[in-house]
């Protein structure tokens, strides 16, 4: 009998905005796969199911085309979606009783319910899982690896490309294409996928780690890649690009300047000269000319970020940028270290702007203001259309219920700033 997988969300989704007010926990990208693709592939042949936030089902209906928060089986292994699976990790997993469940620092990780519970767990439930969802069952603490902050996917996102790169590997046998003029180190450790095109005096290096480069992607003249790194499919790297150790770039994307241990989502910009570094960029966004991000403190300390309207001690000495979906920079615009800018920002003007730009805001350091909702609607409906995807009513709607979770956050930054 086939296994039936819950990915659930708990309360921790919270640290994880504004990466998550578009999509699940299990969509965010840590390596060449989502967390949920990570754990589908360690359980193939399973039936992958989803439990998300309600204001999210619609939209996660139309990418899965599977079943959202419907629990109709007699059988359910419930996995947190924040889970960074690994072997040993599924192993543990693998073994869990019937009607049992895994905790870690106070979460969740793994339950398995048989009919009765899973009849319980639906009664119980609310827009997330909590401690009391699964019910008073024998429980049994575990190490394991979960996502608490954006930057834990930055900082696992070198390890989690070679990770994958085996997974993928294992899938089918990959040969490397040779190019003429192309310099590849260690080609055992580089896979380029069909239709690729790759320009004279480019650079893969795959000595220190895994180079993946999905379908009909191209790579301009004059580039470096330095492994651990995986460009998506159909992505454009400009010339003379600089990619080092770490980077992911998701499908449809164009990329530029010098980019560092970072991840960007699909149908995301970031074309022109400028560094980004430690930093985890949304999708559908657009990083003007000349944009910068500092990773690293004048003083070589600890950098603290704002989450949820609180500094978070990040106990690390590097880390840059987290934008969320459909955001923009103008020309030269300057991050700090450890800035976050929300859903749907379009940010400009001279100097740093504040470390925390809350969602649907429009300016920088001079002044800030709301980004008037149909506006902003109008130019993701063009942006989206230059890449023939539309935008659809449960998109729209999903930005809807954005704006309006986020209203307060803005007023009181907005009130602040004048």
């Given amino acids: 009998m086939k296994q039936t997988i819950c990915l659930f969300e708990d309360e921790g989704f919270r640290n994880l905005h504004p990466l998550v007010y578009t999509r699940p926990v299990y969509d965010l990208q840590c390596g060449i796969l989502s967390l949920g693709e990570k754990i589908s592939a360690r359980f193939p042949n399973s039936r992958i199911i989803y439990h998300n936030r309600a204001y999210l089902t619609q939209v996660v209906q139309e990418k899965e085309k599977s079943t959202v928060n419907n629990f109709d ?242 106990g690390l000495q590097f880390v840059g940028l987290i934008m969320g979906d459909h955001s923009k920079t103008a020309i030269n615009t300057m991050f700090n270290t450890g800035s976050v800018v929300g859903v749907c920002c379009n940010v400009f003007g001279s100097g740093f702007p504040g470390k925390y730009l809350p969602s649907f805001t429009w300016g920088g350091s001079e002044s800030l203001v709301e980004y008037d909702f149909e506006k902003a609607i109008e130019v993701i409906r063009a942006v989206m259309n230059r890449r023939n995807v539309s935008l659809t009513q449960a998109g729209i709607l999903l930005l809807k219920n954005i704006f309006e979770m986020t209203s307060d956050e803005r007023k009181n930054k907005i009130s602040t700033t004048k």
């Fill in 73 to 314: 089986y007699d059988n359910i292994l419930f996995i947190n979606g924040r889970v960074l699976i690994d072997d040993a990790s599924v192993k543990i997993i693998s073994k869990l009783k019937d009607d049992s469940i895994l905790t870690a620092n106070n979460s969740i990780v793994a339950a398995k319910l048989t009919k009765d519970n899973i009849k319980k767990f639906k009664e119980g439930l609310n827009d997330v899982t909590d401690q009391n969802s699964f019910g008073d069952l024998p429980s049994k603490e575990i190490n394991i690896r979960l996502i608490n902050y954006p930057w834990d996917l930055i900082n696992n996102n070198a390890e989690e490309i070679s990770s994958d790169f085996g997974t993928i590997r294992s899938r089918k046998n990959h040969k490397t294409l040779s190019f003429k003029s192309v310099e590849i180190l260690n080609k055992k450790n580089v896979i380029i996928e069909k239709g690729v095109t790759i320009d004279p005096f480019t650079f893969l290096d795959g000595s220190d780690g895994p180079i993946y480069i999905g379908k009909n992607t191209r790579i301009m003249s004059h580039s470096s890649i330095q492994g651990p790194a995986y460009i998506g499919n159909d992505s454009v790297i400009k010339m003379h690009t600089s990619i080092y150790h770490g980077t992911s770039v998701g499908k449809v994307c164009k990329v530029g300047g010098e980019i560092e241990n970072s991840i960007i989502h699909s149908y995301s910009n970031k074309q022109h000269e400028g560094f980004l570094g430690h930093s985890y960029l949304g999708s559908w966004i657009n990083i003007g000319a000349s944009t910068n991000n500092s990773d690293l403190k004048n003083n070589y300390g600890i950098v603290d970020v704002p989450i949820n309207d609180k500094l978070v001690n990040s």
